[in-house]
T-cell receptor
């Protein structure tokens, strides 16, 4: 069964430090990959997506992610954390263009300390 | 900026009662979805809807659930006889005409359903 695994349900970094949120997927074919962010009392907002073009994807708010097929990973990074980055982050996969179904990871809560 | 809206934000109901969760997708979108997230668990796909019919559904989406687009703006999820395990946050999403390769889904803020 296809799945998405996010390592670490909680990640804490200091303001200005590197943010690294991990996502691994299991799929027999290259999927479409997404990172969503959820701020308190808001819906899921798309940060970035991989759709088989460039393997390094840049998103909003300074985030980027790199698709590594050999490692079946799509880790999310940001060079310097801001207090406003504190939120819950979800990795998701869509297995083909013929389905709208997103399969989500369990989410990672990012805490940013001053 | 257009957004998906959901009402109510929180619904409390008694076990066995029917509930209807409402969503207003972005106006020019034609694909609609419901997801749910039980507290502490993953966001799970329930159903997708296009051209006034279900295009895909998960094993969770049994006969207790139904979806409808009653008019040109609303998209509803009905649970006929709620169970305790239906307590969750329910998210509505919509996407443009062509989902294509990695078409983006726009999510609403969710409705928290509590079944007592």
């Amino acid at each position: 069964a296809q799945s998405v695994t996010q390592l670490g349900s909680h990640v804490s970094v200091s303001e200005g430090a590197l943010v690294l949120l991990r996502c691994n997927y299991s799929s027999s074919v290259p999927p479409y990959l997404f990172w969503y962010v959820q701020y308190p009392n808001q819906g899921l907002q798309l940060l970035l997506k991989y759709t088989s073009a460039a393997t390094l994807v840049k998103g909003i708010n300074g985030f980027e992610a790199e698709f590594k097929k050999s490692e079946t990973s799509f880790h999310l990074t940001k060079p310097s954390a801001h207090m406003s980055d504190a939120a819950e982050y979800f990795c998701a996969v869509k297995l083909s263009s013929n389905t709208g179904k997103l399969i989500f990871g369990q989410g990672t809560t990012l805490q940013v300390k001053p | 900026e257009p957004e998906v809206t959901q009402t109510p934000s929180h619904q409390v109901t008694q076990m066995g009662q029917e509930v209807i969760l409402r969503c207003v997708p972005i106006s020019n979108h034609l694909y609609f979805y419901w997801y749910r997230q039980i507290l502490g668990q993953k966001v799970e796909f329930l159903v997708s809807f296009y051209n006034n019919e279900i295009s895909e559904k998960s094993e969770i989406f049994d006969d207790q659930f139904s979806v409808e687009r009653p008019d040109g703006s609303n998209f509803t999820l009905k649970i006929r006889s709620t169970k305790l395990e239906d307590s969750a946050m329910y998210f509505c999403a919509s996407s443009p005409l062509t989902i294509g390769a990695g078409g983006e889904q726009f999510f609403g803020p969710g409705t928290r359903l509590t079944v007592l």
